[in-house]
Nanobody
């Protein structure tokens, strides 16, 4: 079992930055593939960024060049650095851990980008 708790969301003006954090509890964090997803009102949840246990990174085209995912296995943490935020980045952001068919989600953190 993995419990995930996100933090760092909030309101920011367009062009601003936020850093989301996801704290994972439970053993063997390093073996999990970690990802950040988001869901805007009326839209499906979408993958924003992922970092596998082996260190491979994938970033959605819509945020490429603006968002960066990182993980610290020693601290059981995964981060999402979001720069140059746009109103269309407004969504609830979720942390995800996945391995061997086991899928774990955090409760989500709201990010609102508006002037």
């Amino acid at each position: 079992q993995v419990k995930l708790v996100e933090s760092g969301g909030g309101w920011v003006q367009p062009g601003g930055s936020l850093r989301l954090s996801c704290a994972a509890s439970g053993s063997s964090f390093s073996i999990y593939d970690m990802g950040w997803y988001r869901q805007a009102p009326g839209k499906q949840r979408e993958l924003v960024a992922a970092k596998t246990s082996g260190g491979r990174t994938s970033i959605a085209d819509s945020v490429k060049g603006r968002f960066t995912i990182s993980r610290d296995n020693a601290k059981n943490m995964v981060y999402l650095q979001m720069n140059s935020l746009k109103p269309e980045d407004t969504a609830v952001y979720y942390c995800n851990a996945f391995k061997w068919g086991n899928d774990f989600w955090g409760q989500g953190t709201q990010v609102t980008v508006s002037s």
